[in-house]
């Protein structure tokens, strides 16, 4: 999708990090966007600075975890401007831990975000863009991690790998539709973005209990995000990243070649090519 300058998009995950980026380039690119995320007072805030900048924004607070909720957010989105173009399903919660002493709270958590968020957002959205026949493209945000053997953090990374597949049955779907509809999955190496924080976000109902899950492998793998991630670049790096990726339909947004986490990749690749068991093919382990 080349025009994007008065189409309309949708960014979840807008309050912080990568979605933020993404809603400030949209923006800048003229594309009137809504911003939806749980954080609402971060959310107003930016969303409030983008009209400010002069820019055309909404601000709808969603949990992308509800169906329903997803649901008056593509109601208001059609209510308001008639259409939606780019949908950027980008909301995304960490957990670490072991697999198999993690708690299921912590898989339900990674899963109704990162993926039934997806899929809720799909679900809303996907069958009114078909039906308008105007050009789209969707955007799921999944992360190297989907593409590379990692432990200690299976909540998160197997959530991940769903996006992975769940976008390339949506691609190949639309492909044998021939309808209008581009998409991407972004697979991020380390972006300077709050992920690390993520638990700042989690539900009550989906609290851990004392000591659950516990364990040196969680405590060290949630240190490391966040001082991995505050030394990555930052995330408008990867909304330019995004933005070509629409622009050139691009299904894998995946780190650039070079990178170590891309460098994981081919080495998870080439495992799988010979049927070789994984060696610590993460970066920095
Ligand atoms: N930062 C990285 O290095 C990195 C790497 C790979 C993938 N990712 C992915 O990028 C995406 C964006 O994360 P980020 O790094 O910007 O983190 P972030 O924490 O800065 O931003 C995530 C946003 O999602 C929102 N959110 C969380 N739960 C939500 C819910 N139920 N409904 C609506 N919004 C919700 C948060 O409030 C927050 O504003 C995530 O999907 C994450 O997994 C990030």
Redesign the pocket.
Known sequence: MQDLAGRVAVV????????RALSVILAELEMKVIL????AL?LEEVTQGLIEAGHTALAVP????SADSVAALAERTYESWGAAHVVCN?????AAGLSFDAPQSDYDWCFG??VF?ILNGLRSFVPRMLASGEPGHIVN?????ALTSVPFSAPYAMS?AAVLSLSESLYLEMQSKGAPIGVSVIC????D???G??ER?RPPHLERKDGEGASIEREGTEQAIRTA?GT?EA?SVLAQRIVDGIRENRLYVLAPEGDPWREACNVRLDDLRHARNPGGAVPGE
């Open positions: 979840t995950g807008a309050a912080s990090g990568i979605g939806a995320d749980v954080e971060a969603t949990d992308v975890a980008n909301a995304g919660v960490f975000v990162n968020g945000t999944a992360s190297m991690a991940k991020p190496e380390l972006f973005t709050r992920i924080w993520a976000n991630t990555g995330p």
